[in-house]
């Protein structure tokens, strides 16, 4: 070990210009072509991956449909399973957090939850939660629809909910059809963001593309 540390760099006689010796002099004019030619390379690089891209979407498309039947399968089961839905969510660490008390007893009348892709399905999705009867509203279906524009940039829109009677919560505006998901409101409105952001592995699909578990 000591001797590896008493070793030092050879000395080096006269003086070295690295420029020099590690790169070949090249004319500003062969340097501009080099440019040129390397954006003509990376625009077919990316025209691939926008073709990959596409043979992706087709692929996943078609095994959408494959999965169809199993779906419907899967959606039947869980029907036999008593308060299902309910028990995800409140389990779930993240949508756990955003519900209230009464959102948990509301979701107790949770009978299904399906998600359903566009046709475009890089243009987004939209959740369907249905609904027995039950004390807190009169919407059977309640739905949820995530749209990424051109520019990346994404929106959503939700059902507007028909409280009953005694059971508005208390809070300044109710998120309506056509209104954005960066509300600060939290509770029942809010379970499929969250579960559809930091829940997949926890949901499961149906509908077009599947039920969320």
Known sequence: ???VVR?????LSGHVSLASSAWPLVSLKE???AIEH???VQNEIDRLNEQASEEILKVEQKYNKLRQPFFQKRSELIAKIPNF???TFVNHPQVSALLGEEDEEALHYLSRVEVTEFEDIKSGYRIDFYFDENPYFENKLLS???HLNESGDPSSKSTEIKWKSGKVPDMDDEEGE???DDEDEEGLEDIDEEGDEDGEED???DGEDGEVK
């Open 38 to 40: 390397i954006d003509e």
């Open 7 to 11: 070793l030092r760099p050879p000395v």
């Open 1 to 3: 070990m000591l001797a």
């Open 144 to 146: 949820k629809e995530f």
């Open 85 to 87: 839905w309910v028990t």
């Open 178 to 180: 056509g209104e954005d």
């Open 31 to 33: 340097q501009q072509e």
């Open 203 to 205: 949901e499961e699909d």
